[in-house]
């Protein structure tokens, strides 16, 4: 699987737009891009995956470059309960490697 | 829908004894599950993957006497972690493989373990 690379740290205001972005210059053309957050103390919770085409659901919508090599995931208003650690993990098989993330931090 | 539970929520244990963590598909079948370690503030680790009626693989580092994984069906996996000692204290997280949507995987709330 590709390496990711994101930002350790964000913050961002209630009620604005969260843009987390995940680099994965390496990312072969059959590995799928997924998000996934973790709320202190608990499981991961699935957001949203893509392979070439922007997604959108109703948590989020995540933006994959043309060229495969970054994407963003766009929380578009951000809640004091968005408060977690995001991971950007870029996959083709079973396995999910989870990286650092990103530990976003929303505030009022 | 694709909910993942995980039983029990905590346990606290003496060294020496056996802890059996349980991982349930609760609307979903699921042929792979997964399981995951956490230590504070670093991130999961994947410790092994569990397909139902065959031997789980391990990842590189783990011990799989130590740490013995059963998935006798589509919608339960087990862990049990054999002869506890202090350093096997953390957060062991599982999730489960929902087939036919892009092999997205759920995962469950996490077992907080602490040997004493």
């Known amino acids: 699987d590709a390496k990711t690379t994101q930002p350790p740290s964000m913050d961002c205001a209630e009620g604005r737009a969260a843009n987390l972005p995940c680099n994965h210059s390496?990312?072969?053309?059959?590995?799928?891009v997924y998000w996934y957050r973790q709320i202190h103390s608990q499981g991961p919770q699935y957001i949203i995956h893509?392979?070439?085409n922007n997604e959108t659901n109703e948590m989020a919508s995540l933006i994959i470059t043309e060229d495969r090599k970054s994407s963003t995931l766009i929380l578009p208003h951000a809640t004091l309960r968005d408060t977690a650690v995001y991971y950007c993990?870029?996959?083709?098989?079973?396995?999910?490697?989870f990286g650092t993330g990103t530990r976003l931090q929303v505030f009022p | 829908g694709a909910v993942v539970s995980q039983h029990p929520s905590w346990v606290i244990c003496k060294s020496g004894t056996s802890v059996k963590i349980e991982c349930r598909s609760l609307?979903?079948?699921?042929?792979?599950m997964f399981w995951y370690r956490q230590f504070p503030k670093q991130s999961l680790m994947l410790m092994a993957t569990?397909?139902?009626?065959?031997?789980?693989?391990?990842e590189q580092g783990v011990e799989k006497d130590k740490f013995l994984i059963n998935h006798a069906s589509l919608t339960l996996s087990t862990l049990t972690v054999t002869s506890a000692h202090p350093e096997d204290s953390s957060f062991y997280i599982c999730?489960?493989?929902?087939?036919?949507?892009?092999?997205?995987?759920?995962f469950g709330p996490g077992t907080r373990l602490l040997v004493l």
């Open positions: 999730s489960a493989r929902l087939q036919g949507a892009g092999e997205t995987q759920y």
């Open positions: 390496t990312i072969s053309g059959n590995e799928y």
């Open positions: 893509g392979l070439k």
């Open positions: 993990i870029a996959s083709n098989t079973d396995k999910l490697i």
């Open positions: 609307d979903f079948q699921a042929t792979t």
């Open positions: 569990s397909n139902e009626g065959s031997k789980a693989t391990y």
